[in-house]
């Protein structure tokens, strides 16, 4: 399974962007999935998480501006991320887990203040 992240960009404090993760295969089989981010210098986090159930968490600082969707019949996983911050500027990597992780390339979002 390949995953392949797209949204990226730059954008100013307070605007949007919208991260999507495309699998080359079935979504549905996988127990998590997810989004991680690693800021210059830093170590990769996880950011948020989906499971099959729906049900989701996030790291503190993104709650209430973060939401993480999947749509399996696209077999895409969506990152939206409102209200970023400079500090959200990170190199940001969607997470499949299915008896081993997968990761993709990554896809860089900068916030400018």
């Known amino acids: 399974v390949q995953l392949v992240e797209s949204g990226g960009g730059l954008v100013q404090a307070g605007g949007s962007l919208r991260l999507s993760c495309a699998a080359s295969?079935?979504?549905?089989?996988?127990?998590?999935l997810g989004w991680y981010r690693q800021p210059p210098g830093k170590q990769r986090e996880l950011v948020a998480r989906i499971r099959p159930d729906g049900t989701t968490n996030f790291v503190v600082s993104v709650k209430g501006r973060f939401t993480i969707s999947r749509d399996n019949a696209k077999n895409t996983v969506y990152l939206q991320m409102n209200s970023l911050k400079p500090e959200d500027t990170a190199v940001y990597y969607c997470?499949?887990?299915?008896?081993?992780?997968?990761w993709g390339q990554g896809t860089q979002v900068t916030v400018s203040s």
């Open positions: 997470e499949a887990f299915w008896l081993r992780e997968y």
């Open positions: 295969g079935s979504i549905s089989s996988f127990n998590r």
